[in-house]
């Protein structure tokens, strides 16, 4: 869960920022007006006044007089974006804002094998007032930094999250949950097995299940694939079939090191099959 030794700041009304326009709005704010905030950011001056009293509510900086100076959690909070340190980032967040803290900690204690769609989010608050707004603001802001991930074949108020737990997992545990849920998706609806499923919708259900960080799905599979030579089987898959028609994208923030300000940049990536040995396999099977 969340680091419990940062500085918590006085909680006031969320203002709802992406988490874009609130790393770039920080890097510009130290010693600016709204009036300057508005030019250099390219903004309305009734969105610089809200990333202003944005930055302030979350300690990042002390917004008086009409203008910003950055804290020393916000100096930390730059340096983290810049070192690319994203748990960090998370901490602070979490740390000093009490919604974003509320969603992390309901997914944390998820323990059911699914994640949670927002509706269920919101219905577990407790003290603290969710919407659709601004839990969507918060999982947006744990989804770039890493930290929540999303079910990529759920969509809309279906959506399901979950927090990502762990990075690490046994070869015996992951190979049960691996095996429980390849046979669930190798039959029809007909009841008739198809002997292949695809990667990217076991990665997702494994993942979800095991709360597991996609990259560590990947490496797992591909040692279990080496250790059962002969057992199990990787296709290309046909250019037509679902696995190729897989809604693979998911959301990431990176520092763009071509900036003067290293301003964050928005990644929407494809999730693909396996990479392995030089070519991506979209299809899996136990023989």
């Known amino acids: 869960m969340p680091a419990e030794s940062i500085k918590v700041y006085e909680v006031r009304k969320m203002h709802p920022i992406s988490l874009r326009p609130l790393i770039q709005g920080l890097l ?3 010693g600016k007006t709204v009036d ?3 030019k250099e950011a390219n903004v309305t001056r009734r969105r610089a006044t ?3 009293q944005g930055l302030n509510d979350l300690g990042l900086v002390r917004y008086e007089k009409d203008t910003a100076t950055i804290t020393e959690t916000g100096t930390t909070f730059v340096e983290s974006f810049r070192n690319s340190d994203w748990k960090k980032l998370h901490e602070i967040l979490a740390a000093n804002n009490a919604e974003y803290r509320t969603v992390a900690k309901i997914l944390y204690d998820n ?4 994640g949670l769609t927002m509706p269920e989010i919101c219905r577990k608050q407790n003290q603290i007032r969710l919407n659709a707004v601004v839990s969507e603001i918060c999982l947006e802001w744990g989804l770039r930094l890493g930290i929540f991930q999303k079910n990529l074949y759920t969509s809309g108020i279906g959506s399901r999250y979950y927090y990502v737990s762990k ?6 545990g992951f190979t049960t949950k691996l095996v429980e849920l390849y046979n669930q998706l190798n039959i029809r609806k007909s009841g008739q097995r198809i002997f292949y499923v695809s990667i ?4 997702e259900l494994v993942c979800e299940q095991l709360r597991l960080v996609r990259t560590v799905f990947d490496e797992m599979l591909r040692d279990h694939y080496l250790a059962n030579t002969g057992k199990m089987e990787l296709s290309g898959g046909p250019l037509t079939g679902t696995a190729r028609r897989a809604p693979t994208r998911r959301l990431s923030i990176f520092a763009d090191r071509s900036s003067v300000i290293m301003a964050p940049k928005i990644a929407l990536e494809n999730q693909e099959g396996l990479r392995f040995r030089g070519r991506v396999y979209q299809m899996v099977a136990f023989l």
């Open 167 to 172: 990075e690490s997992e046994t070869a015996n």
């Open 28 to 30: 510009l704010a130290d």
């Open 50 to 52: 809200e990333i202003l």
């Open 200 to 203: 990217p919708e076991l990665r």
């Open 36 to 38: 300057a905030l508005e």
């Open 111 to 114: 323990e059911g094998p699914h």
